[in-house]
Every structure is written in C-alpha cells, then in structure tokens.
C-alpha cells in the first residue's frame, strides 16, 4: 500500500508517506458461497427466503411489497461471521473463525486531504491447515457454572473470576494439535490455574505471560494431540469495562509451521452451560468514570525516590471512545497542570503521572486536587480527588 500526494490538479503526484492517508482491511468467513440471504414476497405479505437467481428475477419492490417482488436482501448469521475489526497495518493477524470453505475482504481507503490518496498495489491472504476441527471454548464464573439462561452475568469494572474451557476434536491424522492458548482479555489478568485431563487436574504450564490485553499459557509438556486429547480449563481473574466482552482466543503449536487457529464458542464441557466466550454486564450498573485512585495521595517531589510521582488511575466503562482530561488544581481552583488534555481514549484502565511540575517549577506544599473529566455523548462525567504535596 503506497501514499502520494500532488500539489493540485494536473500536477504529477509524488510517494508520501507522511499523508494522513489509511487503509482499513476486514474479513469475514462463510460456510457457503454468498454471506447474504435473499427474500422475495409471498401470497401473504411474508418474505421468503430465495436462491440469488429467483430473487433477481423478481420486480422491483412496490408499496409494501405484493407477492413474487423483491424482498430484503440481509447478511446470512446463521454462516457467516461479522466483520472482523478494521486493520491498518500488512502483516496483522485478522480474527475470524477458521475450518470455513469462504472468505470475503474487504478494503477501505480514507484520505484526510484533497490531493492525496492511497494506492493499492497488492494483497496476499496466508493460511494453512487446522490444527484441530472444531476447537470450542465456553467461559463461565466459577462462582456460578449454571447461570440462568446460560448467559454470563459480571459486575462492570469489578473483579471477577472466570473459567475458560477449551475441547478440541481430531477427526483427521493430519491435524497435529497445539500446545499453546493465547486470550484476548479487557486488562491485564491475575492467572491462577491451568487444569487439563477428565477429570480437570491442576498442571504447571510451563510459562506464562501476562500483558495488558493479553494472557498466553505455553505447555509443551502437556500438548493437546489426535494420541493425548484432553480438555484445558484456564482460570483468572479479571475486570469488564463493556456491557458485552468477547473473550477472543486462538491456540497454536510453539515453534511450529500452522498459523494460530481460533477458538470458536460452543459447548467444550458438561461443566458449565454457557456454550459462549461472551460476558455481560447489566446496563444498570454503568459507569463511565470509576475507580478514580491517587493511590497514596501524597506526593514528595525530592528527588529521594520514595513518592516522588503521584500516579492518577481510573477506568472507562462501557464506551468507545472519549474526550479525556486530567488536571490539576490548587484549592482557589486556579489550574496548575493539565497531565491529559482532550486526548480520545477507549475503554479500559488509564494510568498517568503528576511530577509535582507547574508552569513555574515545583509546585509549592500544600493540598491540591486532582480532577478527571471524560467527555462522551451520555454527558460529561467528572471525579475529583484530593492530594498532599509536602517536602
């Protein structure tokens, strides 16, 4: 993908790749041949689902639609997936579910600037054989395996423990297994037990890394294959910061030549009756601004290492995006420092750092407030809290 620029009309365009020009890739996979579903009107009014030849056959829609005319015309969820989320960058890894016979691109080019643009010039699609077929996952509270409905209540922005159970099937020699689970996760989690066998039995993985949005289990000594297939059950605890968040994982073979394969909802233990990777958290409980925390509220900025920074935490729940700001005031309400100012930032936990800094220099001793503000189309959501500077 190459970015140009010209100085106007008629002039040659030039490569710029400073051009606020960008590419957006999506990708969606099918059972079948066609993602969408045809209707045409029946004798009552109804809409008749309809191979894509008799539906372009049929007239044109007229009025509230009399029989044999055009119908809706919809995207097949019952075998199709959604859009996967837009990427941006050659290279990245696109989540959709794999084992399906179809896949659908699609490529989206936006230029900020009249005279710029965007060029195309290739697009390759890698892939490789499954590891395993089907790879299902089910994650419940541990604390309620059965929920009512087999829908997974969470309480928003707080902790909660959840089990993730993960059942693979082999109907081919061919298919070698894996011996790795990567998740996708809010924050970062508290991992505490990999359990594998039936009955579920606690195992050492033989590593285990935790980033902010990410848990990945290595066990190579315990790989799930054809000739040892046994269920895996991850355990942590974490926090949610949406109404509704999909617990996306993958699994794959370390150091092997597969790409990782996704792990798809379903049924992968008697256990739990969730038949999901979905939680929810009752819109009831929404809170955009919460868990505002200075943590020791007392900032000593003399260079002696202890307190020297006051770290301002807080988490966005249950939105997009936003406008955030963060500040600091004196008691008078005169701004001493603005840490954050209407940056957009999404869901999840934010961190930043005061270094007792004003415009003048060190601020003198004294209390102070901190205030966080995120602006969003629900309103303007504030939090104030109030620290020590001292020497």
Do not use: C
Request: proline fraction near 7%.
């Amino acid at each position: 993908f190459e970015v140009y620029r010209s100085a106007g009309p008629g002039v040659e365009p030039v490569l710029a790749p400073d051009a606020p020009v960008q590419i957006a890739v999506e990708m969606r996979t099918g059972h079948d041949d066609s993602p969408l579903v045809y209707h045409v009107f029946d004798e009552l009014r109804r809409e008749d689902v309809v191979e894509f030849e008799d539906w372009d056959r049929a007239p044109r829609k007229i009025d509230q639609g009399f029989p044999g005319q055009k119908g809706s015309v919809q995207d097949d969820l019952a075998n199709w997936s959604f859009w996967s989320v837009p990427h941006h960058t050659s290279g990245e890894g696109i989540r959709v579910p794999d084992g399906r016979r179809f896949i659908q691109l699609r490529v989206s080019i936006t230029s900020e600037e009249v005279f710029a643009f965007g060029r195309l010039n290739s697009l390759a699609v890698e892939f490789s054989p499954l590891l395993a077929n089907p790879i299902v996952g089910e994650v419940a509270r541990r604390d309620d395996p059965h929920p009512t409905g087999g829908v997974v209540e969470v309480p928003l922005g707080q902790p909660v423990t959840l089990t993730y159970d993960v059942r693979a099937d082999f109907p081919s020699d061919a298919q070698t297994g894996f011996d790795a689970i990567r998740l996708q996760t809010p924050e970062a989690v508290d991992f505490q037990r990999l359990e594998m066998g039936d009955p579920l039995a606690i195992v050492a993985p033989d590593s285990v890394t935790v980033d902010d949005q990410e848990l990945v289990v290595h066990f190579p000594s315990h790989p799930v294959s054809r000739a040892s297939n046994q269920p895996v059950r991850l355990t942590f605890a974490t926090q949610v910061f949406n109404y509704s968040t999909l617990f996306e994982g993958e699994v794959f073979q370390i150091g092997g030549e597969n790409l990782p394969q996704s792990i798809d909802g379903g049924d992968a233990t008697p256990l739990v009756s969730t038949d999901a990777l979905q939680v929810f958290a009752p819109v009831q409980r929404l809170e955009v601004l919460a868990g505002v925390d200075l943590g020791a509220r007392v900032l000593t900025p003399n260079g002696d290492g202890v307190h020297d920074e006051l770290a301002v935490s807080f988490a966005l729940q249950g939105i997009e995006a936003a406008s955030v700001d963060v500040s600091i005031y004196d008691l008078g309400g005169r701004l001493v420092r603005r840490l954050v100012d209407g940056e957009t930032r999404s869901e999840g936990r934010n961190r930043d750092v005061w270094d007792g800094m004003g415009d003048g220099g060190l601020v003198a001793p004294g209390l102070y407030l901190a205030r966080v503000s995120v602006d969003t189309d629900l309103g303007v959501f504030e939090q104030t809290r109030s620290l020590a500077v001292v020497y």
